[in-house]
């Protein structure tokens, strides 16, 4: 596959996967404020997915639409690291998921706004935006929660726990990426790695939470290889229009 | 949303109760500062409560299709309008707040049962076209209820209904576009728009209230400004807008009274089934046990969260007073 299609596939992928898990919230969250929060993010992740899979699409050439890309791929298709596909165990989990995965979103895009890719460029300018306020907010509660009563402390530190050896997925980058660097379309990815361990390092640090030393990197979301959970996401997401593949809606 | 059989009790009639509605009848709004009869504000706070918490039930139905929703923009619409509902909660629960009652009362309330809410709610969304049937006729409903309510006699509630109405008036037209698709799609999403309109309809005829012969608490409610329409007026000029939008559909309402009157200008209609209204009401509908279930749910598993925050607030408290 052409490398700027896989990259655009590897990043809508993941803010697809993610504003699904994240809308997944709406009306159960711990406090109203939350309901309204996570379906703001859900639908910014959801703008962000359409303008990737626009650019994709296009990039491929075979007529397809964002919507037939989210909605007619199978398991081994779908590109998305794998730390957006973690189940929303309870809303610790859901807010870690979010906080460790806006800090790797920001400096990404951040080096985004300067691609030699006019689309990529227009994207990352007008994505940035919400994503700094999405980590203004998970930032903040992450302190909060973390440096808060005992429970909220150990909730947090039990997501991080689970969570952290997935944040690898989301750096995870080959030959796909090399490619565009070096065609100038990936500017200054080498910086997002140090600027994601920086942004955590201090973050963990104010919330009293300790970055897990031990956890293996899973990897493997880049190149179609999830966990047993993206199955179900898809099949939560894709019923009707493959009950339906004629219809439009 | 809206509320429903709010009790209102017996105005007083002192001199300061003959003052008060003096005012209301000249068209002045009532301020949260003001004075007011204690059964005014004891109706409002039920109403506003009533109403927030429909707001806030009311994302449960439609939130249930937002991670099935068949393409992204459907699936971007439904959860900028499930997040209105959200934020309409919250204006609501803010001007309720203005009565001397708090939003952790109210939830509490929702919560142990003793708080109505709207009982359209406590039915199921079984099928997509459910979203676009809900977005129609419950927000079309809603708004039928809702636009007299923004000249409702007190401020702060007739300053949340404006802001309100614009987004519901959204939602409405939402609503109907996912039904124009499915009208103008496959014979399987026509089939399934059908279906979602022979089990809304009558629900939705319902949201009015009990017939005005019925209606105890229409009186009172109508002499302070809080009420401006009878529950029959409303139904009538709901019915009479959204049969031609059927028709232009192509989907049959179903009932068998429907004609048009010509000497009215408006529409015959049967009665819907007020025994599975009341049924709903009590606590009987298909969800009732469901929703509140969910929304228990949210709360109990949130606990942790909220605590975790007021921890925090009080160490830097600390902190700021050392």
């Known amino acids: ?249 | 949303m809206y509320a429903q059989l709010v009790e209102t009790g017996a105005a007083e009639t002192s001199e300061k109760d003959r003052e008060f509605q003096a005012k209301i009848d000249r068209g002045v709004r009532i301020e949260a500062n003001d004075w007011m009869p204690e059964g005014y504000r004891k109706t409002l706070i039920r109403q506003i409560g009533q109403h927030a918490h429909s707001e806030i039930v009311g994302q449960l139905p439609e939130g249930n299709w937002i991670t099935r929703a068949p393409s992204l923009q459907r699936k971007a619409i439904l959860l900028a309008k499930v997040q209105d509902e959200a934020g309409h909660g919250l204006y609501l629960y803010c001007a309720a707040e203005t009565l001397g009652i708090s939003r952790d009362e109210m939830t509490a309330q929702l919560l142990a049962g003793k708080a109505k809410y709207s009982s359209i709610f406590n039915y199921p969304t079984l099928t997509w076209a459910d979203i676009g049937a809900v977005g129609w006729l419950v927000d079309g409903a809603a708004i039928m209820n809702q636009v007299p309510l923004q000249r409702c006699s007190y401020g702060p509630y007739s300053r949340a209904m404006i802001r309100i109405c614009k987004e519901e008036s959204f939602h409405q037209r939402q609503g109907f576009d996912i039904m124009r698709q499915l009208c103008q799609g496959t014979e399987d999403q026509k089939a399934m728009a059908q279906d979602a309109l022979n089990r809304w309809w009558w629900p939705s005829l319902m949201m009015f209230g009990p017939s005005d012969k019925d209606s105890v608490h229409s009186e009172q409610s109508m002499k302070w400004g809080i009420k401006q329409n009878t529950n029959d007026e409303l139904r009538q000029k709901f019915v009479d807008q959204t049969v031609p939008q059927a028709e232009w559909l192509g989907l049959t309402v179903p009932d068998p009274d429907l004609a048009w009157n010509e000497d009215k200008g408006g529409y015959d209609f049967g009665e819907p089934d007020w025994t599975e209204f009341y049924e709903v009401l009590k606590g009987n509908g298909p969800c009732n046990r469901d929703r509140l279930a969910a929304r228990n749910k949210a709360w109990d598993d949130g606990a942790w969260y909220r605590d975790g925050l007021t921890a925090h607030a009080e160490k830097q408290q600390t902190i700021a007073a050392e």
């Not at chain 1, 919230?25 to 626009?54: K, R, S």
């Not at chain 1, 939560?236 to 439009?248: K, N």
Request: with cysteine; aromatic share 8%.
């Open chain 1, 1 to 249: 596959m052409d490398p700027l299609v896989t990259f655009c596939l590897r990043m809508g992928d993941t803010t697809l996967i993610l504003g699904q898990q994240t809308a997944a919230w709406c009306g159960h969250a711990p406090v109203l404020e939350e309901d309204i929060a996570f379906a703001n993010m859900g639908l910014d992740l959801i703008g962000q997915t359409q303008l990737w899979y626009e650019i994709a699409a296009e990039a491929e050439g075979k007529g397809r639409t964002p919507d037939d890309l989210a909605f007619f791929r199978t398991e081994r298709q779908f590109l998305n690291a794998q730390l957006v596909e973690r189940p929303n165990v309870d809303f610790a989990h859901a807010l870690m998921r979010q906080y460790l995965f806006d800090a790797w979103h920001l400096p990404m895009q951040e080096a985004l706004c300067e691609s030699g890719h006019e689309a990529i460029r227009d994207l990352a300018q007008k994505s940035v935006k919400e994503v700094r306020y999405h980590i203004d907010r998970s930032r903040d509660l992450i302190v909060r929660l973390g440096d808060g009563s005992e429970e909220s402390r150990a909730k947090m530190q039990g997501a991080l726990d689970a969570l952290w050896p997935y944040a690898d997925d989301l750096m995870a980058t080959d030959e796909v990426e090399e490619t565009l660097a070096a065609q100038g379309v990936l500017p200054g990815l080498d910086r997002v790695r140090a600027a994601f361990e920086a942004e955590t390092a201090a973050t963990m640090s104010r919330a009293t939470l300790e970055i897990p030393g031990n956890g293996h990197a899973r990897i493997g979301g880049r190149t179609g290889i999830h966990t047993e959970t993206m199955g179900y996401i898809l099949a939560e997401m894709q019923s009707i229009p493959r009950s339906f593949p004629d219809a439009r809606w």
